[in-house]
T-cell receptor, first 114, second 116 residues
Framework: ELKVEQNPLFLSMQEEKNYTIYCNYS?????LYWYRQDPGKSLESLFV?????AVKQEGRLMASLDTKARLSTLHITAAVHDLSATYFC??????????????FGQGTRLTINP | GAVVSQHPSRVICKSGTSVKIECRSL??????MFWYRQFPKKSLMLMAT?????????EQGVEKDKFLINHASLTLSTLTVTSAHPEDSSFYIC????????????FGPGTRLTVL
């Protein structure tokens, strides 16, 4: 059974600092996603990572994937208050009997203080 | 990215009534849609996979008679919470998978259900 674990679950940081959120998963998968969720809202897609060594960047966020280590990271550079949100990673199960579903990590609640 | 809508966005109902939530893929056809439930400050919990033209596949512990799912067309899935009780109050989110390079799931805006 695929399990996805994020670390840390809570992160309070100051503006202009850098930090990394980690996402570990337990079994082989061919794609990993990062999402952002603001309070009371649904999920916003940030990144889709397909292959080993994949790196994607958007603004102050950069995501990478190491399929051998079953690890993805979401790196925040020079944080700003607008990035305060909950961040989820999710991993696709392999297709079994035509079915494929996402397994989510617990989420990391990020608070950025002025 | 592709757009998924949900309706209603918020519903308040009395205990014992049934509530229907609609999930539509607006600009693509979705043979597979998913229904999630999210408790406050928790992650998303998959309730069921909705397959167009066939029965939904429910996750372990989810009552199929309580949460009725219908996926009658390639752009619409509905979730009906039957005889709702206060413990059914939650944030319900649907998603639709767009098959392609990324096989990405696109999420609806969610429905906040409050059962009095």
């Amino acid at each position: 059974e695929l399990k996805v674990e994020q670390n840390p679950l809570f992160l309070s940081m100051q503006e202009e600092k850098n930090y990394t959120i980690y996402c570990n998963y337990s079994t082989t998968s061919d794609r990993l996603y990062w999402y952002r969720q603001d309070p009371g809202k649904s999920l916003e897609s940030l990144f889709v990572l397909l292959s080993n060594g994949a790196v994607k960047q958007e603004g102050r966020l950069m995501a990478s994937l190491d399929t051998k280590a079953r690890l993805s990271t979401l790196h925040i550079t020079a944080a700003v208050h607008d990035l305060s949100a909950t961040y989820f990673c999710a991993v696709d199960t392999l297709i079994i009997q035509g079915a494929q579903k996402l397994v989510f990590g617990q989420g990391t609640r990020l608070t950025i203080n002025p | 990215g592709a757009v998924v809508s949900q309706h209603p966005s918020r519903v308040i109902c009395k205990s014992g009534t049934s509530v229907k939530i609609e999930c539509r893929s607006l600009d693509f056809q979705a043979t597979t849609m998913f229904w999630y439930r999210q408790f406050p400050k928790k992650s998303l919990m998959l309730m069921a996979t909705s397959n167009e033209g066939s029965k939904a596949t429910y996750e372990q512990g989810v009552e199929k008679d309580k949460f009725l799912i219908n996926h009658a067309s390639l752009t619409l899935s509905t979730l009906t919470v039957t005889s709702a009780h206060p413990e059914d109050s939650s944030f319900y989110i649907c998603s639709a998978r767009q098959w392609g390079t990324y096989n990405e799931q696109f999420f609806g805006p969610g429905t906040r259900l409050t059962v009095l």
